[in-house]
């Protein structure tokens, strides 16, 4: 069946001499693979659409969780390409992997609206840390593992943020306070704020550095505490964070 979808390559294996197969993230039927046939020899024509970090319209021979095939399409935008910064390629290639490996626990078409967005505002030159962690937050709803923001992690009891710990899931009260990263009374409001913002509606980001930097340092902790996922992208952000 021949079908347009719209989608981003998160990923791409070479397959025989030429030959390349893409993991695609489209709107319209979330990860899929898609074998660009000749696409690694210049002359072809496709070799345009089998790019890492590309935007595009795909018209495919569509075989439902098989290979689809690729016939032609219609580039949008490669993500990246306008880039001054290098370091943008560090944080496409992160959240491409992470992406691709949160589409293995849950194929769910909703985050091709979140990552679409995400690498939107990261090409118009957003804070990308704070766009990773946006994303890192709302991939957190569909892998399982959302944190209960509104208990202390120690004693379990509905209290008031003093601390914040990945490792152990969250915040802690005051009383269970040992060693913790200590936050200020509004941080809670900021977690939410990660959580619950449209991307595409984002028109500045203000947080101080401070607070931006605990929210990161949460987030890695509680992903490799929690997800279970391993990236092999994570080590050149760690690089450049530092
Ligand atoms: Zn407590």
């Known amino acids: 069946m021949e079908v347009e979808v719209e989608g981003i390559v998160l990923k791409e294996t070479l397959y025989s001499e030429t030959s390349k197969i893409l993991q695609v993230l489209t709107k319209e039927f979330g990860l899929i693979s898609i074998i660009a046939k000749g696409a690694s020899s210049y002359k072809n024509s496709l070799r345009s659409l089998a790019l890492p970090f590309l935007y595009a319209k795909f018209i495919i021979n569509y075989k439902k969780d098989k290979i689809s095939t690729l016939k032609g399409g219609k580039v949008f935008k490669l993500y990246g390409s306008g880039a001054k910064d290098m370091d943008v390629y560090a944080y496409l290639s992160y959240l491409c992997e992470l992406t ?9 078409k909703e985050i091709f609206i979140i990552l679409k967005n995400a690498l939107d505002k990261i090409d118009d030159g957003f804070n990308k840390t704070v766009l ?12 399982g593992i959302t944190p209960d923001l509104n208990i202390c992690h120690k004693c379990m009891n509905v209290t008031e943020p003093f601390a914040i710990d990945g490792k152990i899931g969250g915040f ?8 913790e990263r200590k936050v200020q009374k509004d941080f ?5 704020r990660y959580q ?4 595409s509606e984002i028109k ?4 101080s550095k401070e607070n931006e930097l605990i929210v990161n340092e949460f987030l890695k902790e509680y992903y490799v505490s929690f997800s279970g996922i391993k990236l092999n992208s994570d080590k050149l952000i760690e690089m450049i964070e530092k």
Not at 172 to 179: L, M
Not at 196 to 199: A, E, F, S, Y
């Open 100 to 108: 691709y490996k949160v589409l293995q626990e849950n194929n769910n």
């Open 132 to 143: 990773k962690n946006i994303v890192e937050f709302k991939y957190l709803d569909y892998i």
């Open 172 to 179: 802690v009260c005051n009383n269970c306070y040992t060693n």
């Open 188 to 192: 809670k409001k900021i977690l939410n």
């Open 196 to 199: 619950d913002v449209d991307i």
């Open 204 to 207: 500045e980001i203000k947080i």
